[in-house]
């Protein structure tokens, strides 16, 4: 297996991928009293190339699967995969972080769990805390939320379809609740 | 023949769980069919909770999303904030910090040998090895002030030095494990029942590990050489010369099976030992901390921007922090994924095709923290309507709870 | 006249048998609370006071006795009653020191190896009707166990009833008494001393699987099974099993003193009358207690439990070739002597 420098694994993915590639960013840390460094990447790609990436991630060394990060940010909901590749040997592991941003009005993505079956647990805490629908996932019962878990509420989606935050300030960013405490309040 | 197969659930409240977790088993006679996980008994919604609160808040969550690996998510999750608002540890606290990682990683192996011994029913073991355990839990109230949930870790440094007069109170525990070890290897490695019950028991392959993406000791035994303190060295590890453990490294072969997983975690010992001895020898003097007042901490915190991971090898395997800052209070992201939960998958293959009495050991062969891989939703269930209660409704319940109990 | 003194004989029978079935319980429990204790101590802790296994029982007779909705309900209590009345019966059956046993002529060695069986039957059948699939997993697992250990046993008191039987040809062999009045070491030449002990570990291994002690307590595996046959059972029918259990661990272990070790020292002191025999008595729980902790105490805190595969493969291979190999070799000795 060859080793390719980061600088390197940029410029491929942006030659595969000519355009979608939006934002892209190498950071070099460094640590210890010899400060040696290591390197990380940070990948931005276009949903259309998104299952083309990762396919070609696996390409350049099966990478090791970490979790998918998910951040609603209002208009889009943006996906983090982090990765790592080159583990094994000391120093020339690279952490790859692959993010894409799906559309609210339609939030599908291809399953990677063909690729890197491992991948599964984490796309299916996605699809019950954000919302997303994992295309070609089997259908399976909920990981972390109790199976009879109210439909269509996402708890970590920050708009009318998450719950209700208890902030210090018990401001309502969720929609649903805020109905609610009045149907307690007519109740009573 | 037909195969009439019975099933047996295991959990959520089972002897060989130490959390609740559920399984549920396809049987054929005492053989394993089929197997069905379904975890989130624990869940409480760290991350939701974590999302309101500021980062400092946030360390001390993190160290109790799990009592074993107290210093595992606050070291990773530091790590994430520190790169995503470019704080720079000074030497010396990276070095404490790796001090606190390596006890922790002892404390939380010689635990697993007495489980371990536990679910194999050899109680001796379980008592014998908590027992030295006790030395090292009274070294970590010693250098930080509690057994668990240490609350050393503060983001840019550590709370805590570990004064010059300290010192021989580390050796000596190190010199304490270093006299017991051949006794755990004599009873784990020598002892032969307990080697025909975990020899080519729960085996996962080398292809399956990698595709399962399975962490820690869990893959080491599998014979992949990944380890976050080797691979990727952040902090004092950088310096340190750590190589991950494989089981071929005292037998010469890897099985992959949870006799390959006791070698890894006994080897993962003595390591610990060489890594803390040799931060005591290089560790150099100055500041622990970055920024010692906390207000302007924060206030700096407040106006960062930026996201970053954080990456540390826990006893378990690679805990994963990710949080993003974007110039507010809290924390746009914080996600946090223990080792368990990429291990979860792994179960399946090592579980199939084995017999009851192999699944307390199988199961905690992986070395679950199941409170951490979980991260409250409670529901209404009368008048078939399920919906997510609210605090007042909450609140109301447990007056009724008291009144009913206490009138 | 005659039919008053069978009466009476009938009478004193009675009151005996009371008598032992009492003692073999009080006995049975603080054995058991020594065991405990004596097993804490080797693992490095306190443990309980002695007298906890009372402490339980007491405790368990004033609980609430729960029956499982599935569960047969008559077969599910009795069988715990069948446990403890079989295992009790065999205490009549058993010498103390030079004290010939209480039914002694109404029946034998061959007898008794049938009523140990009947309380793991009893489990089993409770455990099948509990209707709990640990349970049931639990019973399935007593019954291979049950087979598994039957070949070594028969082969040990085989062996030592036709040595006795060349030695002794008008004597019935079988019969506990003369088992016990004739030890087996003073009657073979050094092969069959050696086949002896190999007996002797044959039985020693056959103890802790007929009392479903570790390593070989895959029917009752907590950590797998959560206590297998007994998870359903509470109450007063966990007491009786918890009596069977203290009383199997006195009737097992009496059965090996009386096999291989039925000496007595009242007349090396010269003692007679009433103090020989509270020496013998004496003397006599001394030796159970020694073959006890070797039995069971020691060697269930030294080793991890073994499956149910395994457990058979012991007592089937080489369990079963150790008994057999002392029997041949007492065969060897009487036949080249």
Redesign the interface.
């Known amino acids: 297996m060859e080793y390719i420098k980061p600088e390197k694994i940029i410029e491929l993915f942006k030659e595969k991928f000519n355009g979608s590639v939006t934002n892209n960013k190498i950071e070099t840390k460094t640590a210890g009293l010899k400060k040696n460094s290591y390197s990380l990447i940070w990948l931005e790609i276009e949903l259309k190339d998104f299952k083309e990436a990762v396919k070609f991630l696996c390409t350049i060394q099966f990478p090791h699967f970490a979790i998918i990060s998910d951040n609603d940010t209002g208009e889009e909901i943006k996906l983090t995969y982090h990765f790592s590749i080159y583990y094994g040997e000391r120093f020339k592991e690279i952490s790859l972080n692959l993010a894409t941003s799906l559309p609210k009005n339609n939030l599908k993505i291809p399953s990677i769990t063909d690729l890197i079956p491992g991948a599964q647990t984490s796309e299916r805490e996605i699809k019950e805390m954000m919302g997303v629908t994992f295309e070609e996932l089997p259908d399976l019962p909920n990981v972390f939320l109790p199976i009879d878990f109210t439909k269509g509420v996402y708890p970590l989606r920050k708009d009318e379809k998450g719950v209700y935050p208890l902030s210090k300030n018990g401001k309502h960013i969720g929609g649903n609740i805020t109905d609610k405490e009045e149907e307690v309040k007519k109740v009573e | 023949m037909n195969k009439k197969t ?4 295991i959990g959520p409240v ?3 769980l130490e959390e609740p977790m559920t399984f549920n088993f396809e ?1 054929y006679g ?1 053989r394993i069919e089929k197997v069905n996980l ?3 008994d624990n ?1 409480r ?1 760290i ?3 974590g ?2 609160r500021n980062p400092i808040q946030i360390i001390y969550l993190a160290e109790r999303i799990c009592g074993i690996c107290s210093a595992s998510h606050p070291f990773a999750f530091c790590q994430a904030v520190e ?1 995503a608002a470019g704080i720079e540890v000074p ?1 010396r606290g ?1 070095y404490i910090r790796v001090i606190i990682a390596e006890l922790e990683r002892i404390h939380s192996h010689i635990l697993w040998a007495g489980i371990a ?9 379980l ?2 090895s908590w ?1 030295a355990r006790e030395e090292v839990l009274d070294l970590l109230e010693y250098l930080t002030g509690n057994r668990i949930n240490y609350g050393i870790f503060m983001i840019g440094g550590v709370r805590r030095d570990i004064s010059e007069e300290q010192i021989p109170r580390i050796r000596k525990t190190l010199e304490y494990y270093k006299d017991i070890y051949g006794k755990l290897e004599d009873i784990f490695l020598k ?1 032969p ?2 080697a ?2 975990t020899k080519n028991v729960g085996v996962l392959t080398k292809e399956e590990a ?6 820690g000791p869990t893959t080491r035994a599998s014979g ?3 380890d ?1 303190r ?11 010369d750590v190589k ?1 453990i494989t089981p071929d490294v005292l037998t010469g072969e890897v099985n992959g099976d949870v006799y390959d997983r006791i070698i890894v975690r006994l080897l993962e010992v003595v390591q610990s030992i060489q890594i803390i001895e040799q931060c005591l020898e ?1 560790i ?1 003097s100055g500041d622990i901390i970055a920024e010692k007042k906390l207000v302007k901490l924060l206030n700096q915190l407040k106006k960062a921007k930026g ?1 970053g ?1 954080g ?1 540390h090898e826990a006893p378990r395997g ?1 805990v ?1 922090h ?1 949080v ?1 800052l974007a110039e507010a209070e809290v924390p ?2 914080w ?1 946090a ?1 223990a080792p368990t ?2 291990n ?2 792994p179960w399946a293959p090592m579980l199939l095709g084995e ?6 050991i199988v199961i905690a062969s992986i070395d679950p923290c199941i409170a951490c891989m ?2 409250v ?1 409670i ?1 209404n269930k009368a008048n078939g309507q ?3 209660l ?4 909450l609140h109301d319940l447990s007056v009724q709870k008291t009144r009913r109990i206490a009138p | 006249m005659t039919t008053l003194l069978s009466l009476f004989g009938i009478l004193l029978k009675i009151l005996g048998a009371i008598i032992i079935a009492f003692l073999g319980v009080v006995i049975g429990l603080y054995y058991k609370g020594i065991d405990r204790k004596i097993a804490a101590r080797m693992q490095a802790r306190v443990g309980p006071p002695i007298r906890q296994p009372f402490m339980d029982f007491f405790k368990l007779m004033i609980k609430e006795n729960i029956v499982p909705q599935n569960a047969v309900s008559w077969i599910f209590n009795g069988a715990p009653i069948m446990a403890l009345v079989s295992s009790i019966t065999i205490l009549f059956y058993l010498p103390v020191g030079n004290i010939p046993p209480l039914l002694s002529g109404y029946g034998d060695i061959v007898l008794i190896i049938y009523l140990l069986t009947l309380p793991a039957i009893g489990m089993v059948v409770g455990g099948f009707s509990s209707g709990s699939p640990y349970a049931n997993v639990g019973a399935q697992r007593e019954m291979v166990m049950m087979m598994s250990y039957e070949l070594p046993l028969v082969t040990v008191v085989v062996a030592l009833g036709w040595k006795l039987s060349q030695v002794y040809p008008h004597l019935n062999v079988f019969s506990l008494a003369v088992l016990n009045a004739h030890p087996i070491w003073g009657l073979v030449g050094p092969l069959g001393f050696i086949g002896a002990i190999l007996l002797f570990i044959t039985l020693a291994a056959v103890t802790p699987g007929e009392l479903s002690k570790v390593p070989f307590d895959a029917p009752e595996a907590e950590t797998e099974l959560a206590g297998g046959i007994l998870v359903e059972y509470s109450g007063r029918n966990l007491a009786l099993f918890g009596l069977t259990d203290a009383v199997k661990t006195i009737v097992m272990i009496s059965l090996t003193v009386t096999l291989f070790f039925p000496y007595n020292i009242s007349h090396l002191l010269a003692l007679s009358g009433v103090l020989a025999f509270i020496v013998d008595v004496l003397f006599f729980l001394v030796k159970v207690f020694l073959v006890m902790f070797i039995e069971v105490t020691f060697i269930r805190v030294a080793v991890a439990r073994l499956k149910i595969d395994q457990v058979s493969f012991a007592y089937w291979i080489p369990v079963s070739i150790i008994g057999l190999l002392g029997l041949i070799l007492i065969v060897l000795d009487t036949n080249i002597v």
């Open positions: 019975y099933s047996i659930p089972h002897p060989s049987i005492e379904a975890p989130g869940h919604g991350e939701f909770m999302r309101q790169n030497e990276q011994g536990h679910e194999l029913g050899f109680d001796s073991v008592y014998i027992r002892d029942t307990i025909l019950r990698l595709n399962l993406c399975a962490v992949i050489k990944k976050v080797q691979d990727q060295p952040y902090s004092a590890y950088a310096d340190l991950a290089n150099p996201e991971i990456r690679e994963f990710y993003k746009e992201v996600k994924r939960y990429n979860l998958m017999q009851i009495a192999d699944i307390p979980d991260r939703t529901l399920k919906e997510v609210t605090k007042k409704d």
